[in-house]
């Protein structure tokens, strides 16, 4: 099936990725803060491979859109990269939330079978990690960036239900791409706060 582009869509295909590099960047200084280095190259790690794998999406869109060219393996390579580095984020967050506790004693159109369970591990890797992040910041009374981390989690599942709709018209893609640049500025913002709120006990 033939997918219509438009350029303001694909330029617009780049703000969630921004965003999402933004927010990482405050994940990755809180984790430093909390669990030190090694933990924090994880995280790193899975930040940069998530953010790898939705700006090269985003570059093949502005390209074929552009009519410049059609590279298919930067579109394709969203699945192999955004899979583990969301699964490195959910473990680094699980450690994150582990050493709180001790502390305290806290597009898819026909989609080929072999991206299935690439997208499966990731889905459930982010939701985990934004999940896992939601508990602490409740735990450390950070409202604000539990709900926008709320937030996040209802872009991504409202994503996920329009995805699996049978016609993706321009429209509706429009729709998704602001729908996603929602959820990962409240991404960043939420980062942001939890960081702040670590820094500032860091400080006392």
Known sequence: MNVEYTVGLAILDFVPNIAFLVGALFLVRIVILNRGKPCSRMCMAGSLLVFSGGIL????????????????????SQFILLAPGFFALLVTVILLAREKTVKASSITLAIAPWK???????????????GILTYISFKRKARLAAALFIVAVLCMLGMSGMASGSEQTVATQWIEESINSIGQISFAFACWLLYRDYASVKAI
């Open 57 to 76: 999406k985003a570059i093949w869109k502005l390209l074929f859109t552009l009519g410049i060219a059609d590279i298919q393996w930067m579109s394709q």
């Open 116 to 130: 299935i369970p690439l997208l499966a591990l990731m889905t459930i890797s982010s939701l985990g990690a934004q």
